[in-house]
């Protein structure tokens, strides 16, 4: 299996594969067949209340099943996706099949869980996104509610004023709006004063090096008191320690995301392994 890459995708062309352009141009073809041949698949990572431990639904994570490369995570191809357009009709068929999955376990009685779905910048920025978005809905009879867009804070803060406008349309449809990677961006206070969103996730890097005392840990608590003051939802992705979780619930944060209570997984695993905690108290899974 190939090196993990950069998060943004580029690493995995320019540098840890060392490819050559007919490599990139092979791969390029494969990223276009990939929908056709049916090989994307998602892979669904539990969200937790804090501190109560109750299931609040689950982010799609996409994956894509090269014939012989295997199972490639998305940071190693998002990139190409985006920069060859390609993400917009990819992106389309992780919000219907994230939909579709979500109203299966909507009609199995789970109708008070959320599914969250990552936009890619591009996908943000095309016209059809809030169309796109209301059909897919219907279509699939699922109410808004249970539906949250994730954008990044670089994404959002990217042509502040369009994306504010975007990020109101999707807020009127009823559906919940989550700033991705939070801290990582350069929001200014007034900006996200007026930004329709509401949750705020803070970025893995920040919980990572998180230590008693330190600027992580004085940042998190920032970040948590700010989200009180602008009346948004703080959740902390990449929880991987029981002391990172200690922390993180002790300060207030009100959601959790991580190895630590369970990672992206299939749809069956994700079922299997929530019902087992029986909306209890956190625990690995
Ligand atoms: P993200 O949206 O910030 O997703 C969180 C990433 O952190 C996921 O990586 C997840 O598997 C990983 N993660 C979760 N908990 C932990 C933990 O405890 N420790 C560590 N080390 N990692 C953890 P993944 O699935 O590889 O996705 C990477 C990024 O790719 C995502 O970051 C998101 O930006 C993007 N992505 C994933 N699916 C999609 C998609 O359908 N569309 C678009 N446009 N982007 C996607
Ligand atoms: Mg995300
Ligand atoms: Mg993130
Ligand atoms: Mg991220």
Redesign the pocket.
């Known amino acids: 299996h190939t090196k993990r890459a950069g998060?943004n995708g580029y690493h995995f062309f320019e540098a840890s594969m060392n490819v050559n352009a007919h490599n990139q141009l092979q791969w390029l073809q494969d990223l276009r067949m990939a929908l056709e041949r049916k090989e994307f698949l998602?892979?669904y990572?539990p969200k937790f209340n804090s501190p109560s431990g109750q299931v609040l639904g689950a982010?799609?994570?996409?994956?894509w099943q090269h014939p012989t490369h295997g199972l490639v995570?998305?940071?190693e191809f998002?990139g190409l996706a985006?920069r060859s357009g390609l993400?917009v009709p990819?992106?389309e068929w992780?919000l219907n099949e994230a939909c579709r999955q979500m109203k299966v376990w909507f009609d199995m009685g789970h109708e008070d869980w959320t599914i969250a779905?990552?936009?890619?910048a591009l996908?943000f920025a095309h016209a059809d996104l809030i169309d796109l978005v209301k059909d897919t809905l219907s279509r699939h009879g699922l109410p808004a509610r249970c539906l949250t867009l994730?954008v990044?804070e670089s994404t959002a803060m990217h042509d502040a004023e369009n994306s504010l406008k975007t990020l109101q349309k999707i807020s009127d449809l009823g559906v919940d709006i989550s700033i991705?990677?939070f801290g990582t961006g350069y929001s200014s206070l007034l900006y996200l004063k007026r930004l329709p969103a509401n949750e705020l996730?803070i970025?893995?890097g920040f919980i990572?090096d998180l230590a008693d005392g330190n600027d992580d840990a004085a940042i998190i608590s920032a970040i948590v008191a700010l989200g009180r003051t602008l009346n948004l939802r703080i959740v902390a992705?990449?929880?991987?320690t029981t002391k990172q979780q200690d922390f993180l619930t002790s300060v207030g944060c009100d959601a959790l995301?991580?190895?630590?209570m369970g990672?992206?997984m299939t749809p069956e695993k994700f079922l299997e392994a929530t019902s087992n905690l029986q909306n209890s108290v956190v625990q690995p899974l």
Do not use: C
């Open positions: 998060r998602l892979h990572q982010e799609a994570l996409l994956r995570g998305p940071d998002i985006e993400i990819i992106g992780v779905v990552n936009l890619s996908q994730e990044t991705d990677d996730k970025d893995r990572r992705e990449g929880v991987e995301q991580g190895y630590l990672r992206p």
